[in-house]
């Protein structure tokens, strides 16, 4: 599962922008993690993956806040899902994988991340589309946890982060105080 697809990869939201895939080998070695290697990318395929993100985003952004779907991301999302060529296939040991088409192109690994995100914004998974509650990140996020309680896109990282910031406030304030 790609989650709310590229969506770690993505921009810095709130903060200073920060491209997470600055080329394309980088999308390269982020599709090989999630089990989509592709042999090569070209900037144009980068291209491709940027505005799929973006569309994602936007589009899951909306769906988490309840809002109309933008039309122009759904546009970007159904194009990509349509051009793809993955096929679903079963391992051994009963495991989903997908098989790119023959010459494993970006554009079949985009075309999952895709199929992906329509199944999610269209609430099909079992789980629950939020938001990150990080200030500088705002990302949208699949939380598919038992209590349905995630508050960041990534605990590693936006968690971390907010953990940071809460200790660092209250540090100050008690010097505050006691100063
Ligand atoms: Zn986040």
């Not at 896109?153 to 540090?171: E, P, T």
């Amino acid at each position: 599962m790609v989650e709310v697809g590229l969506g770690r990869v993505g921009l810095e939201r709130h903060g200073e922008p920060v491209e997470r895939i600055p080329t394309p080998q980088r999308l390269v070695d982020w599709l090989e993690v999630y089990g989509l290697a592709v042999d090569s990318c070209t900037t144009d395929q980068l291209q491709l993956a940027r505005e799929l993100r973006e569309s994602i985003h936007a589009a899951a952004t909306a769906a988490a806040l309840g809002e109309a779907l933008p039309a122009p991301a759904v546009q970007v999302i159904n194009d990509r899902s349509v051009r793809g060529r993955a096929a679903a296939v079963l391992t051994p040991e009963g495991e989903r994988r997908w098989r790119l088409g023959p010459d494993s192109r970006v554009e079949d690994a985009l075309g999952v991340i895709a199929a992906d995100a329509v199944s999610i914004i269209a609430g099909e998974r079992d789980g629950r589309l939020a938001l990150c509650a990080s200030p500088s990140c705002g990302a949208a996020f699949f939380d598919a946890s038992q209590s349905r309680t995630r508050r960041w896109c990534d605990m590693n990282i936006c968690g971390n982060r907010q953990k940071k910031a809460r200790l660092q406030a209250r540090r100050r304030g008690n010097s505050d105080s006691a100063g």
